[in-house]
Nanobody, 122 residues
Framework: VQLQASGGGLVQAGGSLRLSCAASGRTFNVATMGWFRQAPGKEREFVAAIIRSAGATYYGDSVKGRFTISGDSAKNTVSPQMNSLQPEDTAVYYC????????????????WGQGTQVTVSS
C-alpha cells in the first residue's frame, strides 16, 4: 500500500486547512486510514482516523470539536478538515493505514505516507 499525502502549509491562528491522503496498491486489506502528527521534540500523536467499511470516525482529544475527518472508500482517500487551528497544532502531519480497526498507536499502523508540514502562526 502506498500513501500520498497533500495539503498543509502556513496559516494564521484561527484559520483552517484541509489535508488529503490517497491510498493505492493492495488497499483491500486496509481497515483504517488515519492521521498522526509530530512536533519537534515530541512523540508522534494520534489526530484522527476513519474506519473504511463503516465510515465511523474517531479523534485524538486535542483536536476533538475542531477537526473533522472524512473518507471516500471508492477513491481510497481520507481528508481531515482542520478548523480553529492554533500554534500548538504546528507539526508534521502523517497519513497512515492499518488492517486493524480503532487503533490510535503509531506502532499499530503498517503503512505511512510522507509527512506534510502544517505551521500555524500566532
Amino acid at each position: 500500500v502506498q500513501l500520498q499525502a497533500s495539503g498543509g502549509g502556513l496559516v494564521q491562528a484561527g484559520g483552517s486547512l484541509r489535508l488529503s491522503c490517497a491510498a493505492s496498491g493492495r488497499t483491500f486489506n486496509v481497515a483504517t486510514m488515519g492521521w498522526f502528527r509530530q512536533a519537534p521534540g515530541k512523540e508522534r500523536e494520534f489526530v484522527a482516523a476513519i474506519i473504511r467499511s463503516a465510515g465511523a470516525t474517531y479523534y485524538g482529544d486535542s483536536v476533538k470539536g475542531r477537526f473533522t475527518i472524512s473518507g471516500d472508500s471508492a477513491k481510497n482517500t481520507v481528508s481531515p478538515q482542520m478548523n480553529s487551528l492554533q500554534p500548538e497544532d504546528t507539526a508534521v502531519y502523517y497519513c497512515a493505514a492499518t488492517s486493524i480497526m480503532w487503533r490510535q498507536t503509531p506502532s499499530d499502523y503498517n503503512y505511512w505516507g510522507q509527512g506534510t508540514q502544517v505551521t500555524v502562526s500566532s
